[in-house]
């Protein structure tokens, strides 16, 4: 399996970013999938979180500004960010997995870069 994140990039704060993440294979429809984030000088954290069905859930940091959704048939997830925080700025990680936000996923993507200017 592939991940392959795209959207990333540089947004004033209070902005907004989308980003997206394509899954190669076929097994993406049955496994939870998320995003996770490393900032600078920072431990990569976990943001957000959906299984199959399309639960969710979040980290407390983001609840209420991102949301996470998924396309089976599109084999693609998603990361809608709002109200965007310079402590937002970090490299996002679409991740694909059963333990996801609970332990370590059984795939990553390679990362897009969000930047958000004060």
């Known amino acids: 399996v592939q991940l392959v994140e795209s959207g990333g990039g540089l947004v004033q704060a209070g902005g907004s970013l989308r980003l997206s993440c394509v899954a190669s294979g076929s097994i993406f429809s049955i496994y939870p999938t998320g995003w996770y984030r490393q900032g600078p000088g920072k431990q990569r954290e976990w943001v957000a979180r959906?299984?199959?069905?399309?639960?969710?859930t979040y980290a407390d940091s983001v609840k209420g500004r991102f949301t996470i959704s998924r396309n089976n048939a599109k084999n693609t997830a998603y990361l809608q960010m709002r109200s965007l925080e310079p402590e937002d700025t970090a490299v996002y990680y679409c991740?694909?997995?059963?333990?996801?936000?609970?332990?370590?996923?059984?795939?990553w993507g390679q990362g897009t870069q969000v930047t958000v200017s004060s």
């Open positions: 959906i299984n199959s069905d399309g639960t969710t």
């Open positions: 991740a694909l997995g059963n333990y996801i936000s609970v332990g370590p996923p059984d795939y």
